[in-house]
């Protein structure tokens, strides 16, 4: 075995393990972990329904924010 | 008849008792009402979700929704995010299981205007974002309302984010650390084998580098933690274990890369991670206790009103606690929590100051009485004084100092850990003079550094890393197995050192509930009366009744009363079949008209039908089992016991007595328990305070180590260092024995290690340690030092029982 091999095998491990690591840090920085059991929840309660839903509250929310800036933008006189 | 679950709720109840509606049956309108609201919703697969868990039932709520759309509720909890919608955080009341979060997110997503809504299963807690245009917040607490939960705010900027940083610091701190250190493990092993069995130089070169990148972050990133505490430490002149690890594990990183520059000796990289991995996830358990106190004390915070009713030229006015001025006149309705101190000027009525006092029993105020903030006002409309502003109320200023107590101890721990600072000083002064030694007499400066250092990496891990964790851990262990839970390993040398003990009179060495030590029956009657009436009845006496009759009584069934009236600090009546029902104190049956007047130092209770007494109940608070034989074996081991009550006098007096506590202070309000202690730590005692409820938790947060007890309010425990689980008094006598016995242990540890490190550091600062001799000596070592805390298992708690 030549220490090249060596080498190698070490850099791609740590690597590879470094990837995964800074995964799982992006994911405990944006806070999903904070509730562990909705973690759970989440896949128990998975159907179109909730699927629907979470469109309908997307949708909601971009229609209430395009309400906001029309009501904020004031045309000129 | 056969007991039904409601359809609603599940809980059980007799069939002739429910509403019965098709095929459901409910147990309340409340739940009847959520039932049909599900339902015409398209809710109800809520129920398949619910499985078999009880909720809550459904009760109507307090009618006080217009203070949520009030100006000075919506600048202290709502937020206004930069898109113009309004952000609110909640404590939602009643969810029991995931169906209750899936069931509240639903609801709130189907309601006009909600534009996010996320609920924490965990801690209850939820985010809510509307736009103010569509929908009001007073609306939004009616619909979690309607579907049978409850909400108040709370306002995370106080403390929970600052302690969710925290956590998550740590959190990735320690991810970091793991990584390295679980990689840096399998190169060790190639390592030693190679140590052992030849391996090329190039092989090893590659191996120590791969380990100096893996160890890096770990000692730079996840161990800053430590060299900030070093730093602090500097500052104040103390050593402290962050000295030590810090130290220890820094001069490791220099030698290894010496060591691996210069192709001389061995590496050291998995000491240095191991020492901050151990040690950072010692940490870590700490932190996470801090974030469940956060949690009970926003949900205090939470259920205190913002506004206040003032009275100005006769008329109602709704002002913001904060702008309450001294010498308003305050209207208190039924229900309502008092915020701000003053003196009763009209009316009269019962407070509960059982947040305050811990005593359960009603308190009776009339004019000119002194109304305290944290009371309840139970049964009439009154008008008092402001006294006091909102800032300088007993109210805020428990919070704030629980608040402050919460963020403040560890430091206060940290600093304890003496015995291991004079040995980290010592070291590193023997290190330092060594090296100065081999360079001013050798001349050499590279053989001067790697004897010095030797001596500190022979030193470090073993005989520090292990005599005090292992002494604590065997203690804890076995604390743990008598049902007292140490919350940190450094309590255990803490209490060791004390020499006062103040205990709590109600719920600490009394049991906290009335319970009957004698009755006399009058006449014949039915058993069942009483217990319908005592059942309708919230009242301590009439609970202490209850279990009474329910001890006694094998089969009791269930009767419907009617016209139930609850007269607070009195009693109650109500009407069966054309008998009338009492049951009260002997003032409630004079008031009406029936002859009562027996003395007893013990609480009454009559029960009387139709004017006449058939019943007499004797009701005490009971001492707990064992109490008196606790306190003499703690008094024995020279410490000072004390009692600190809210209770008057008298009654502190008699319980006392009875446990043989000579020194009692009575009538204290939460704050002076707490400057009892501050002045006792003066004079130089280490006290050691035992509590149950809110009105304890400052003093508990003052004292050095704070011991709760197993049913304690969540405050309470959550700011004590100890849990007593089965609440008994002789665990306090056996939690005194663990830890001096756990002391003299890590004492015996530190003496035994710096003995071996008296042999072996000789010899390296002689120069002759080979990576061998450093293996061999820390084994050895490792394994006197954890043979002797083992020994600690064999320490008798049974003292007490022997002697009684």
Known sequence: ?77 | MADVACTHCNLTFSEDVMIVEDENYFCCKGCQGVYHLLNAEGLDTFYDKLGDTTLQPATPQVDDLEKFDLEGFKKKYIKINNDGLYEINLIIEGIHCSACVWLNEKVLHKTDGIIEASINYTNNKAKVVWDSDVIKLSKIIETIRSIGYNAYPYDPSLQEERAVKNRKAYYTRILVAVFGSMNIMWIAIAQYSGYFTGMKQGFKEILNVAEFILATPVLFYSGWIFFRGAYYGFKNHIANMDTLVSSGALLAYIYSIYAMTTQTGEVYFDSVVMIITFVLVGKYLEVLSKKHAVDTLDSIMGSTPTEVTVIEDNAKSLISIESVQISDIIELKPGEKVVIDGALVSGEGSFDESSLTGENEPVLKKESDEILSGSICLDSVIRYKATKDASGSLLHSIVSLLEESITKKPYIEKLADRVSGYFSTIILLIAVATFVFWWSYGGVFETALIIGISVIVIACPCALGLATPMATLIGIAMAAKNNILFKEAGYLETMAKSDLLALDKTGTITEGKPSVVEQKSYQAYDTNLLYALVETSNHPVSKGVKAYLEKRNEKLGKINLKEIKTIQAKGVSAKQNNQTLLGGNALFMRENGISCDEESEHTLFYFAIDGEVVHKFELSDTIREGAKEAIAHIKALGVEVVMLTGDHEKSAKRVANEVGITEIHSRLLPADKASFIEAKQKEGKVAVMVGDGINDAIALAQSNIAIAMGNGTDVAISVSDVVLMDEQPKSIYKAYILSKRSYRAIKENLGLSLLYNSITIPLAVMGYVTPLVAALSMSLSSLIVVGNSMRIKRVKLSKSKDKS
């Open chain 1, 1 to 77: 075995m030549s220490e090249n091999i060596v080498i190698l095998m070490l850099g791609v491990s740590t690597f590879l393990g470094a990837i995964g690591l800074i995964a799982l840090l992006w994911g405990v920085r944006t806070g999903q972990f904070d509730d562990q059991s909705k973690f759970i929840d989440a896949a128990r309660y998975d159907n179109e329904e909730e699927l629907r839903d979470a469109v309908m509250m997307e949708e909601k929310k971009k229609k209430a924010l395009k309400k906001k800036r029309e009501k904020s933008y004031k045309p000129a006189d």
